[in-house]
């Protein structure tokens, strides 16, 4: 596609559900990362896939999230038995292979608010 | 461990005027890649300019340009002719060799009409 897409563009689940957060990157973009933003935050890194090479989960904070993709495509970060202090932007964002220093192109994230 | 700091919060401009924003970083390295980005409230990051630490010369992209000030660790963002348009939160950011972007908090501006 033109641009990174991801959906939901907001999200309201309650307290102990499990929810997923889909991202489609540009086409043709091999990278693609996964950056929370709490509220007066910056972002924090979750994590990061390239092809099909072994992702980099160092940032995810707990074993309550994960995430998938599959070759170059679509990703999904799940958040099992959410907390409100999940409560954040997720922010996801892709680039060419060893491009970083170019750039990421960012979607416009998914609003969590766990209640 | 690489850190960035906007020191910050909060700017305001009037429309027409100049506005610099500070950011700080620590890092040992010394080829790294520094960057801007915008975030108006549509919450897309859009990238404003960035900027190679071993090129000396100061980027420039229109209104915007940037204080690169390496021995310092400083890189500030200079917005010239300010337009309303340009009211966001703005990120420093910093990449060394990885992919691993390390941001820092933000500052929201604001452009008084």
């Known amino acids: 596609g033109a641009g990174v897409s991801q959906s939901p563009s907001n999200k309201v689940t309650e307290k102990g559900k499990d929810v997923e957060l889909r991202c489609d990157p540009i086409?043709?973009?091999?990278?693609l990362y996964w950056y929370r933003q709490r509220l007066g935050q910056g972002l924090e890194f979750l994590i990061y896939?390239?092809?099909?090479?072994?992702?980099?989960k160092s940032g995810l904070p707990s074993d309550r999230f994960s995430a998938e993709r599959t070759g170059e495509s679509v990703s999904t970060l799940t958040i099992q038995r959410t907390q409100q202090e999940d409560s954040a932007v997720y922010l996801c964002?892709?680039?060419?292979?060893?491009?970083?220093?170019?750039?990421?192109?960012f979607g416009s994230g998914t609003r969590l608010t766990v209640v | 461990a690489q850190t960035v700091t906007q020191s910050q919060p909060e700017m305001s401009v009037q429309e027409a005027e100049t506005v610099t924003l500070s950011c700080t970083y620590d890092?040992?390295?010394?080829?790294?890649?520094l960057f801007w980005y915008k975030q108006p409230p549509s919450r897309q990051m859009i990238l404003v300019i960035r900027q190679e630490a071993y090129k000396q010369q100061n980027a420039t992209e229109n209104r915007f340009s940037v204080n690169f000030q390496k021995a310092a660790k400083s890189f500030s963002l200079k917005i010239s002719d300010s337009q309303l348009g340009d009211a966001a939160m703005y990120f420093c950011?910093?990449?060394?060799?990885?992919?691993?972007?390390?941001f820092g908090t933000g500052t929201r501006l604001k452009v008084l009409a």
């Open positions: 890092t040992s390295e010394s080829d790294y890649y």
């Open positions: 964002a892709s680039s060419f292979y060893l491009d970083s220093e170019g750039g990421y192109t």
């Open positions: 086409s043709g973009h091999t990278a």
């Open positions: 950011a910093y990449v060394e060799g990885t992919y691993k972007y390390i």
């Open positions: 896939f390239q092809g099909n090479s072994a992702p980099d």
